[in-house]
């Protein structure tokens, strides 16, 4: 069974356009979060979530936005694509107390 | 603010020889520190992680790391190397109680000759 699992694994579209990235986990982890891996496979936090609070860093574009519905999903809305947004990017989980980070396979976003 | 230095963007060893891949952080706080092991178009996958207790920590597929505080070091080696370990390495370290992520180094590609 996959632990974390993202849709779609690629993603190709033009700029401006708005685009959704779902990740769901189910190991029952109570923090979600989304990473960057640009082409020279730097990996840069963007969000983290529990169901306590959203956690931004500050170098993310207002433009992305992450969506909880549950406790076991956060998806990444992105408006307004730009070129610079092609990446890889990576939803993981953790637990509360527990140290280590689950990672999706990554969704591979090119923006052309 | 935390940091981590990972030594050698690319890293090329003999198949059966001594992997060595090295990481420097630096952390206001105790940092709990990671390596894990991204292959080719796939996710990152943990190898291994220190955060209390013994220094010398002991992760999947032989690989081993010790954390020496002295030397703000987490290097993460292997006693003879497999075709199989060529990937890139990350070394991560999360000072922050979990919630603020992980930071990253920028990463080590292990090439392994035959």
């Known amino acids: 069974d996959t632990a974390v699992s993202q849709t779609p694994k690629y993603l190709v579209t033009q700029m401006g356009n708005d685009k959704s990235i779902k990740c769901e986990q189910n190991?029952?982890?109570?923090?979600m979060y989304w990473y960057k891996q640009d082409s020279k496979k730097f990996l840069k936090i963007m969000f983290s979530?529990?169901?306590?609070?959203?956690?931004i860093n500050e170098t993310v574009p207002n433009r992305f936005s992450p969506k909880s519905p549950d406790k076991a999903h956060l998806n990444l809305h992105i408006n307004s694509l730009e070129l610079g947004d092609s990446a890889v990017y990576f939803c993981a989980s953790s637990q509360e107390g527990a140290w280590g980070q689950f990672f999706g396979p990554g969704t591979r976003l090119t923006v052309l | 603010a935390q940091s981590v230095t990972q030594l050698g963007s690319h890293v090329s060893v003999s198949e059966g020889a001594l992997v060595l891949l090295r990481c420097n952080y630096s952390?206001?706080?105790?940092?709990?520190l990671f390596w894990y092991v991204q292959y080719p178009n796939q996710g990152l996958q943990l190898l291994l992680k220190y955060t209390t207790g013994a220094t010398l920590v002991k992760g999947i597929n032989g690989f081993e790391a010790e954390f020496k505080k002295s030397e703000t070091s987490f290097h993460l080696t292997k006693p003879s190397a497999h075709m199989s370990d060529a990937a890139e390495y990350f070394c991560a370290v999360d000072s922050g109680g979990g919630a603020d992520g992980l930071t990253f180094g920028k990463g080590t590609h292990l090439i392994i000759q035959p």
């Open positions: 979530y529990n169901n306590k609070e959203l956690i």
């Open positions: 190991l029952g982890h109570d923090t």
């Open positions: 952390s206001s706080v105790p940092p709990y």
